[in-house]
């Protein structure tokens, strides 16, 4: 996996046809990967298993599923079903998720993030690689009276974390197998994120984890009024602190400066400095912000990237 894309279609007639066409689509730009949002809609690791099975060939992800509100068994279930469905493809994204939208849909306490994290990610990785578990925790139990194995997903299933602050990243960096980090830019990676979590995975014996860059970006040639769309759309996510400190060691004041926005030439240069942030995968979202023309058109330039990225990594292994 190199270059990828979110795919929302939520206000389609029919989300689940919609995403379909749409995966399809990014399959035939080159695009490798389609990514999923989990909100209060549609079930991610559902639409991930259908289209996965739908485009052969295209990986499929979440990004990413709340802990809060989940339980580790039933999580497994679904990613484990997802990973047999696209026989191999499926990568499993959770986060934290927020003390608002924890507390207001729920109607559970968001307490003790860091340790409900590290705990829910330890009974998962037993279920996933084993297919059974006997964890018993401060908050969590979860415990198998009958296999929970998923004929078809021995392969296990890679887990990723939306993590950026420290205490996740070193949980994630010692359980997880990468992270997904959004409105990080190269800044902050390099610094701040990427040193941590390879810190982190060092420390515990853990191979090199993957980051899998989340970036809101497209390529258009209207760039005030994508600018303008990006600010609106984004600026709700600055009452979060998570997000208001990376924005901050990203270098940015708003959201929206963190949306990569301009010609292919530019976008191709910030995707390169990701990379060289130590982003192993960059995955544009929003790409729809500024009409379908120019979605289509950032597509193609990220297709193409993705191409080249492969061919070189070839021509290395060679």
Same mark, same amino acid.
């Given at each position: 996996m190199t270059v990828g894309v979110t795919l929302n279609a939520s206000d389609a007639p029919n989300q689940v046809d919609a995403t379909v066409q749409l995966a399809r689509e990014a399959a035939a730009a080159g695009l490798r990967s389609a990514w999923f949002g989990q909100t209060f809609g549609a079930d991610s690791p559902q639409l991930a298993a259908l289209v996965g099975r739908e485009v052969p060939g295209l990986h499929v992800g979440t990004s990413a599923i709340p802990v809060f509100g989940r339980h580790p068994l039933l999580v497994s279930s679904q990613a484990q079903t997802a990973q047999a469905a696209t026989h191999g493809r499926y990568h499993l994204g959770l986060a934290l998720g927020t003390k608002l939208l924890t507390e207001t849909a729920f109607g559970l306490p968001f307490? *003790?993030? /860091?340790?409900?994290?590290?705990? #829910? =990610?330890? !009974?998962l990785r037993q279920l996933i690689q084993t297919g059974t578990a006997g964890f018993h925790g401060e908050l969590l139990t979860a415990t198998t009276p009958m296999?929970?194995?998923?004929?078809?997903?021995?392969?296990?299933?890679?887990? =990723? &974390? %939306? !993590?950026?602050?420290?205490? %996740?990243?070193?949980?994630?960096?010692?359980?997880? @197998?990468? /992270? =997904? $980090?959004?409105?990080?830019?190269?800044?902050?990676?390099?610094?701040? /994120?990427?040193?941590?979590?390879? !810190?982190?995975?060092?420390?515990?014996? *853990? $191979?090199?984890?993957? &980051?899998?860059?989340? &970036?809101?970006?497209?390529?258009?040639? @209207? +760039?005030?009024?994508?600018?303008?769309?990006?600010?609106?759309?984004?600026? #709700?996510?600055?009452? #979060? $602190?998570?997000?208001?400190? &990376?924005?901050?060691?990203?270098?940015?004041?708003?959201?929206? @400066? =963190?949306?990569?926005?301009?010609?292919?030439?530019?976008?191709?240069?910030?995707?390169?400095?990701?990379? @060289?942030?130590?982003?192993?995968? +960059?995955? #544009?979202?929003?790409?729809? /912000?500024?009409?379908?023309?120019?979605?289509?058109?950032?597509?193609?330039?990220?297709?193409?990237?993705?191409?080249?990225?492969?061919?070189?990594?070839?021509?290395?292994?060679?």
């Open positions: 307490e *003790r993030p /860091i340790a409900r994290l590290r705990e #829910f =990610l330890t !009974a296999p929970a194995r998923v004929a078809g997903a021995e392969g296990g299933v890679p887990v =990723l &974390v %939306a !993590a950026m602050g420290p205490q %996740a990243l070193r949980v994630s960096g010692e359980l997880a @197998d990468g /992270i =997904l $980090p959004y409105l990080a830019g190269p800044r902050a990676l390099a610094e701040h /994120i990427v040193p941590a979590l390879t !810190a982190a995975a060092e420390a515990a014996g *853990r $191979p090199a984890p993957r &980051v899998v860059a989340l &970036v809101p970006g497209v390529v258009t040639d @209207d +760039v005030d009024a994508a600018r303008a769309k990006a600010t609106e759309n984004l600026a #709700f996510l600055e009452q #979060f $602190p998570s997000y208001a400190r &990376v924005i901050e060691l990203s270098g940015g004041r708003r959201a929206a @400066d =963190l949306a990569v926005i301009g010609d292919e030439k530019t976008v191709e240069a910030e995707v390169r400095r990701y990379r @060289d942030a130590g982003a192993t995968e +960059v995955v #544009f979202s929003a790409t729809e /912000i500024a009409g379908e023309a120019d979605r289509r058109r950032t597509w193609a330039l990220l297709g193409e990237l993705a191409s080249r990225e492969e061919e070189l990594t070839t021509k290395k292994n060679s």
